[in-house]
């Protein structure tokens, strides 16, 4: 399957006064991001996104507490149940989930097509 260029999100500038568009991995990367640190409804909130508030992973609600096994698995399954709902021909083949200082990383693997990307997200 081929990706054909299409813009970045979140939204970025080019350099050229035009809104950057990227194609591939970059492509790949840029919409798993988009999904993933996007507030969706939940505890409290009623979403970033006022047209479509269950869009996202609400990793947001994982912000601020210990970082051990019961984070872990959140943050895995939040990516996981995300990616298929809304990137549903987005394969994942993996997350990890670490500390580094005061912020939890997530690595995150995924595939589709012949396309592979790997998304770093602090939180």
Same mark, same amino acid.
């Given at each position: 399957m081929s $990706?054909?260029?299409?813009?970045?999100?979140? $939204?970025?500038r %080019? =350099?050229? *006064?035009?809104? +950057?568009? #990227?194609? #591939? +991995? @970059?492509?790949? +990367?840029?919409?798993v991001r988009q999904v993933l640190l996007t507030?969706?409804? #939940?505890? =409290?909130?009623g979403g970033e996104l006022a047209w479509r508030t269950s869009f996202g992973a609400g990793l947001e609600r994982l912000r601020h507490r210990? &970082?051990?096994e019961t984070l872990r698995e959140?943050?895995?399954? &939040? @990516? *996981? %149940?995300?990616? *298929?709902?809304?990137?549903p021909d987005v394969e994942l083949r993996g997350v990890v989930v670490e500390q580094e200082g +005061?912020? @939890?990383v997530l690595r995150i693997d995924v595939v589709q097509g012949?396309? *592979?990307?790997?998304?770093?997200?602090?939180?």
């Open positions: $990706f054909r260029a299409n813009l970045l999100l979140p $939204f970025l %080019d =350099g050229k *006064r035009d809104l +950057a568009h #990227g194609s #591939g +991995a @970059v492509l790949l +990367a840029s919409k507030n969706s409804a #939940g505890l =409290g909130g210990p &970082a051990d959140l943050a895995r399954v &939040a @990516v *996981r %149940d995300a990616l *298929r709902r809304w990137l +005061a912020a @939890v012949q396309e *592979r990307a790997a998304v770093m997200l602090s939180l």
